[in-house]
């Protein structure tokens, strides 16, 4: 089992069905992928009315042996993922 952490471009606190914010951030692949230090799974959804990009982390939240790592692995996730996008949201809206 894994455990997901996703990101998906949201305006106005929905998920976008514009995909040049998708675009925008994959064309930074590379430099996100670097300051995250470690590779996205990207899908652009062109059968969806989302995009995302996603990490998967190996764990099973049910065992509770595993609940603290998983729960600190998701907070710094987020972390990172406020960190380092930002930095590279510059598309047209």
Known sequence: MSVNY???PK???QAS???AIFDQFASHREAIE???GQPLLWD???DKGYSMARLLHDGDYRDESQQPDLVQWLVDTAAAF???LPKYDDAPR
Do not use: S
Request: hydrophobic residues 30%; proline residues 0%; negative net charge.
């Open 11 to 13: 305006e106005d606190g």
């Open 34 to 36: 670097q300051e995250l």
């Open 17 to 19: 069905k514009d995909k």
């Open 44 to 46: 652009r959804g062109d």
């Open 6 to 8: 996703e990101f998906w």
């Open 82 to 84: 406020f960190r380092v």
